[in-house]
């Protein structure tokens, strides 16, 4: 089945450092990711929608100069949290689009900013 | 607007059933998903659903009723291991997921 990889697992960063995500679809071509954010808890907060070869779309509140996507190539979705803060700690997670219906998830990365 | 309402938590007892509602509104409707997922873990998919009726995937069960906004799972021969939250997600006109808040279902032995 379809494999959307994930990196890294988790990451713990200082305050004001910036923090890249991969996600990387293994045996398939992703036209859009989609990231997500999570807090304990809560359910998946949709932060923005990638198109590879063009600018993410974000969702209302969800600042794009602070959460830079890049969708570079089909295979291949970046998420880089800049000048990150204690309360962007959270449990973020990607995902691919196959055709009209199927959806694959990353396995998740859990970022801790102290 | 757009809304996905789902109980917030379920309890059940191991060996037993149980049935996670979902209701939703949204703008088009392009089929509704249920995923599992488990703490500090992605979702992981269960089931879809397009068409009014039941599908029945192993222990899982999904049903859809389009005209009444309606879904549920169901859950046979819980395990201790089913304990998770069920999200439910329905896709919109545009093809974009609306999530519920999820259900938590605990199993007791």
């Known amino acids: 089945g379809a494999v959307v990889s994930q990196h890294p697992s988790w990451v713990i960063c200082k305050s004001g450092t910036s923090v890249k995500i991969e996600c990387r679809s293994l045996d398939f071509q992703a036209t859009t990711m989609f990231w997500y954010r999570q807090f304990p808890k809560q359910s998946l907060m949709l932060m923005a929608t990638?198109?590879?070869?063009?600018?993410?779309?974000?969702e209302q509140g969800v600042e794009k100069d602070k959460f830079l996507i890049n969708h570079a190539s089909l295979t291949l979705s970046t998420l880089t949290v800049t000048s990150a803060h204690p309360e962007d700690s959270s449990f973020y997670i990607c995902s691919a689009r196959q055709g009209d219906y199927g959806y694959t998830f990353g396995s998740g990365t859990r970022l801790t900013v102290v | 607007g757009q809304n996905i309402d789902q109980p917030t938590e379920m309890t059940a007892t191991e060996g037993a059933i149980v049935q996670i509602n979902c209701t939703y509104q949204t703008s088009g409707f392009n089929g509704l998903f249920w995923y599992q997922q488990h703490a500090g873990e992605a979702p992981t998919f269960l089931s879809y659903n397009v068409l009014d009726g039941l599908e029945e995937k192993g222990r899982f069960s999904s049903f859809l009723s389009r005209s009444k906004g309606y879904s549920y799972l169901l859950l046979k021969e819980l395990q201790m291991k089913d304990s998770a939250s069920y999200l439910c997600?329905?896709?919109?006109?545009?093809?974009?997921?609306?999530w519920g808040a999820g259900t938590k279902l605990i199993i007791k032995p």
């Open positions: 990638s198109n590879e070869g063009s600018k993410a779309t974000y």
């Open positions: 997600a329905c896709q919109d006109s545009n093809y974009q997921l609306i």
